[in-house]
């Protein structure tokens, strides 16, 4: 079941320096933490003069889409997927 949310949420990323690449690492939603594993998808959308950084992750069980604002630094989480059909 896809969930529409669109919330602020608190994240630990981890930037590696010689790749370039952010990783989300943790996601704190509803007071409880969900650990990621995989980066499945990673996309830029242009809103107005902000980039907004997509990902698509995973903690093996549900499904996330998140984006970090380049313009306030704010994290959202716009989405839940649990993969079951209702």
């Known amino acids: 079941m896809n969930e529409i949310i669109n919330e602020k949420i608190s994240v630990v990323a981890s930037y590696n320096r010689e790749t370039g690449v952010v990783m989300p690492r ?11 594993k995989k980066l499945t998808y ?7 003069r902000n980039v907004l950084h997509v990902f698509h992750v995973t903690d093996g069980a549900t499904d996330f889409r998140l ?9 959202t989480l716009e989405e ?3 993969g079951s059909a209702s």
Not at 26 to 36: A, H, N, P, Q, S
């Open 26 to 36: 943790k996601i704190r939603w509803l007071g409880k933490d969900f650990l990621i």
């Open 42 to 48: 990673y996309h830029r959308v242009r809103q107005g």
């Open 67 to 75: 984006h970090l604002d380049s313009g306030n630094l704010h994290w």
């Open 80 to 82: 839940v997927t649990d």
